[in-house]
């Protein structure tokens, strides 16, 4: 750069400076006064989306985004994995024994009886969801009720599923027909939140009469000794 060029430079640096003092000289008032303006708008701003990050709406919403993509990996396991994975859940329980008996050659799902250590035995039904259940969600409800004593000789049935059974329009309908035949219903809210928190639905927490029975059959006779095992099996 020549020094012709240099100097021109400084000149205008000079008095770009010159006009901008005098701006501010006469306009320092207003100046000051977008400045806080602006400033404050920001710090309210600040607080503000600060205050709902910290809220339980907030919360839930994370919560519920955390278990979606949790569900989105199940929804992505072959049926044997997802098997496996119910019948971990279910050793985790103060249960006495936990036996596996598979699909029976159909595509109802797999089967475990679960004796817990109260001694109340119940059938739990692990069935992925294969884009039917979330429709026949009553079906499958009405056939695990229909074999919890007569098939089993249990309790109690429960059904866990990765499947929503509770849409608007089939609620209800899967609601009722689950509290006429003592069945458990654990599909993808409550299935999500017992592998989130570790902690099963309160149903299956070791108080008898949390859990729902069928109708009265004849008890089955245990040893008052049966040391406290959970194993997973097959038959």
Known sequence: MSVIARAGAVIAALVIGYFALGFIAEYWAWLVSITILLGGTALAAWVLFRGRGDSPEHRDRQLTAERNELMRSIDKMPVPAFDSMVGQLLIRLDAKRVKKFGHRRNNL?????????TGQR????????????????ARHIQLLGGEIHPRWNCDAGVLITNANLHTIRHAARNDTVAAQLGVLVVDRGKLAEWIDTGEPPAQLLPVPKEIQAAPPAESETTSDGTSRTATLAEP
């Open 109 to 117: 799902g797999c089967n475990f009886v679960v004796t817990l250590g």
């Open 122 to 137: 119940i059938v739990v039904r692990a069935k992925k969801d294969d884009r039917i259940v979330r429709r026949e969600g």
